[in-house]
């Protein structure tokens, strides 16, 4: 089995299907099936990596997470440099014990820390003004 057929065929067990705003559960498509899956999980090793590390991670600051956040995003960059950053391909063919599929994880997981850093910073009323739905770059609906 490879790294990608271990990451694609886990599943957590969470049966939680979203609600329109009638009340009534929508369908997902199964690309944001994975999404919630994958947020659970992210949510449940954050929090085991908590534990561990404690919030190490904003050890140095704003400009320390930042490089954190760059670090990862050079491995991702230096790996995938000469499949002409085809990322697909790129975790289709990495057979590394710790590759591409783990880096991005680490940076998915540090980005969310930031963003709930921020959320945190910001209070629970007052959210910053770029948490507002109408500042993301992906409409959603």
């Known amino acids: 089995m490879t790294k990608l057929q271990k990451y694609k065929g886990s599943k957590v067990s969470e049966d939680w299907i979203p609600e329109n705003q009638s009340g009534t559960q929508t369908e997902e498509s ?61 975790i289709r063919k990495d057979q590394r014990e710790e590759g591409i599929i783990d880096d991005i994880k680490d940076l998915r997981r540090y980005l969310l820390l930031v963003e709930a850093q921020m959320r945190v910073e910001g209070g629970e009323d007052e959210q910053p003004d770029f948490f507002r739905e109408n500042g993301c770059e992906w409409k959603t609906g």
Do not use: C, P
């Open 30 to 90: 199964e690309i944001i099936q994975q999404v919630r899956e994958i947020a659970v999980h992210d949510t449940k090793a954050l929090n085991e990596a908590e534990k561990s590390y404690g919030d190490s991670w904003k050890k140095r600051g704003g400009v320390g997470a930042f490089m954190m956040l760059a670090r990862k995003w050079d491995r991702i960059e230096n790996t995938l440099e000469e499949l002409s950053f085809d990322i697909f391909e790129g």
